[in-house]
């Protein structure tokens, strides 16, 4: 045995020639590779937990609930349909073809596949995806994100022992092997991060006509009607935000509403803050740390971006931020130009609905707007009236924990979509079959 790394040609060259044996195909090669990665969850998952606390400062509870739980979920939801998501569907043929003609679609698998993951939920959102690309009957090279060293580490361990080495692989590394990785042909590229590496992604693809899914980020607004409870508004918006602190891409980036409710919402976030994490967070387990020092340096000077409501501290040896509110918060401040991804939430003032909807769409479109109103008309007018990937009435990133919901970006925030069913069609072909009776 050599312990040269495999070069990413051959990593794919041999993925390759076992899909093309048909080994994937089978229903029971799907399942029984989604149950091996179940087992890896449920067997190893102390040890994931260890390594996500150790990149990210995760907690136990919120590395099982957001990353390990998330993902078996994810499986089950998948083993308990697959079969009936597979069977052909019929399509009704029209008359000029004849009564004796029928036709259907059917998935087929796309090949090799090859699924590039983050480092804020960096188990999640490479496993997650793997979900629905082994459940398609592909073969998958995986590539964890290189921030998140300790998980990274783990999974290129682990994943080998539990699932079918000739047709997953897990190539670790940064900007070198991930270029090399993209210099092969795939049959689809799965992307999640950042908008810059979505386009190097996008170009690369492009030379092989490779299609891509590309799950990106952004400013996720936030608009707080008046005349809500605002001690459920700011309880909901301080999870919702501060887990992980912050760096989730469907977080809540900034708040909008008027100018009485931002002053009474001041309050009830900084009473939530110290409900949820006590009166000093850092010495709080259940709150995170910034995955490192540039990420650190590029969030400390976004702090004085507006008037401290709550928070506003940092340890830069421990990572630490503290929770953070801004208020008073100029829209062309340093916290506005950039998704912020991190435990910092800027309110802005506008007079009402209108200025919030012409605020949201002034600007890119998000990956995720929340809405917290108690008025039907004014739910019924922000979906209308706005576009974004995702929109959450009430509570801010539970609508990605539903499975039957796609999940992804419009515009900058993304392309393509997956979760449950819909992974499933993103990374199948579905081919379209007409027979007609040769007798
Ligand atoms: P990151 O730095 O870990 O990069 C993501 C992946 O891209 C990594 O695997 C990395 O190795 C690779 N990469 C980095 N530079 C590259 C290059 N030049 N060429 C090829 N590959 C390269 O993560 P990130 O981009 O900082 O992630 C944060 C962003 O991701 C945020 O914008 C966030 O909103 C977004 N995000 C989106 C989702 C979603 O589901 N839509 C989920 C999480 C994060």
């Not at 399509?91 to 699924?115: F, I, K, R, S």
Request: net charge negative; proline share 7%.
């Amino acid at each position: 045995m050599s312990n040269t790394p495999e070069q990413p040609a051959a990593t794919v060259a041999r993925l390759r020639a076992t899909f093309r044996t048909g080994r994937t195909k089978p229903l029971e090669w799907r399942t029984g590779q989604l149950r091996r990665l179940r087992e890896m969850l449920t067997e190893q998952g102390p040890e994931l937990a260890a390594a996500l606390h150790a990149d990210l400062g995760k907690s136990r509870t919120e590395a099982y609930r957001t990353e390990i739980d998330f993902t078996v979920r994810e499986i089950d939801h998948t083993l308990d349909r697959l079969d009936d998501w597979l069977r052909p569907e019929p399509a009704p043929v029209p008359a000029h073809l004849g009564a004796d003609a029928t036709a259907w679609t059917q998935y087929d698998p796309l090949g090799v596949v090859l699924v590039i993951a983050p480092w804020n939920y960096p188990a999640q959102l490479l496993l997650s995806p793997m979900v629905g690309a082994l459940a398609a009957g592909n073969a998958v090279v995986a590539k964890p994100s290189e921030l998140a060293p300790a998980t990274s580490a783990a999974l290129a361990r682990l994943l080998p022992a539990y699932l079918d080495t000739d047709a997953v692989a897990v190539v670790e590394g940064g900007v070198p092997e991930t270029t090399a990785l993209l210099a092969e042909r795939f049959d689809h590229i799965f992307y999640t991060g950042n908008g810059a590496v979505g386009r190097v992604v996008m170009r690369a693809a492009a030379e092989h006509l490779t299609p891509v899914t590309l799950e990106l980020g952004g400013k996720s607004p936030v608009f707080v009607d008046r005349d809500t409870d605002l001690t459920v508004v700011a309880d909901r918006l301080a999870r919702g935000k501060f887990l992980n602190a912050g760096q989730t891409c469907v977080a809540p980036d900034y708040v909008l509403t008027d100018p009485e409710t931002a002053a009474a919402l001041e309050p009830a976030l900084t009473a939530a803050v110290e409900a949820i994490y006590g009166k000093d967070p850092q010495a709080s387990e259940e709150y995170g740390r910034i995955v490192n020092e540039r990420h650190f340096d590029r969030l400390t000077t976004l702090l004085d971006s507006g008037r401290t409501v709550v928070g506003g501290g940092s340890d830069r040896t421990a990572k630490y931020i503290a929770p953070t509110v801004l208020a008073d918060v100029d829209p062309e401040s340093p916290v506005m130009r950039e998704e912020i991804f991190g435990p910092i939430l800027p309110i802005l003032t506008v007079s009402g609905l209108d200025e919030a909807i012409a605020f949201i769409n002034d600007r890119d479109k998000p990956l995720a707007l929340y809405v917290f109103s108690e008025s039907e008309d004014t739910r019924n007018r922000v979906a209308d009236e706005t576009s974004s990937g995702g929109l959450g009435h009430g509570l801010p990133l539970a609508h990605l924990t539903v499975s039957d919901l796609p999940f992804g970006g419009v515009g900058e925030s993304g392309t393509g979509n997956y979760h449950g069913r819909y992974s499933l069609e993103t990374f199948s072909h579905r081919k379209a079959v007409l027979n007609k009776p040769l007798s």
